[in-house]
């Protein structure tokens, strides 16, 4: 089956903003008296934002429902992405753009929709988007397959019809799940674990090499050596 389209994670793909968000998850409790540890940070990344908060209300004690606990931590994102704290990482807008010039390209994100939604605006890329995807759209977050398999269906195109780009464990195992050919962008400071590093067709050492692998799939070069 030909590979057709392109499915793309945000956090760690295309900006750096994996920290913010641990950094508001620790502010958050914190402010309830709760120390939020490394641990808890694996344990909710991949979440979509309705699990995570609900993860953060119960683990901080805050009488806060998840709903009000999602809103401190978007509006403190939204904050950040707005003071140019998210920045693309290096060679992700070439990245998108050529890509997207291509083949129609999506977005499956763990992110809330506000926060897509102010980082694509921010750095001038919604309009390279056919379509995007937050979990918390889907019943389900990462790794379950289901944001994947809804941004394809977006695209026109089941799961083993796009490639996908993912920089977490989690979120490695919510593409291969979906069936999409997923390249690995290892995150440096959150690494995948082995078993995740495993599902993917390819690891990449930065955008710039995400891009080349990409298009190579795309005009059919790893697609026919991998012997899809």
Known sequence: MALAAVVFDLDGVLVDSEHLWEENWVAYAARHRTEWTAEDTASVQGMSAPEWAAYLAKRSGTPESAAEVERAVVDGMIAAIEAGEAPL???AGEMVREVSAKVPVALASS??????????????????????VSSAEVARGKPSPDVYLEAAARLGRSG???LGVEDSSNGIRAAAAAG?????????????KPDALELAAEVAENNDDVRRKLLAYLSGELAEASGR
């Not at 992110?111 to 995007?132: C, W």
């Open 89 to 91: 990482l290096p060679g």
């Open 160 to 162: 083993e019809e796009c």
């Open 180 to 192: 999409l050919t997923v390249i690995a962008l290892p995150n440096p400071v959150y690494p995948p």
């Open 111 to 132: 992110a809330a929709r506000r926060v897509i939604d102010a980082v694509l605006d921010k750095h001038g890329l919604t309009g390279e988007f056919s379509a995007t």
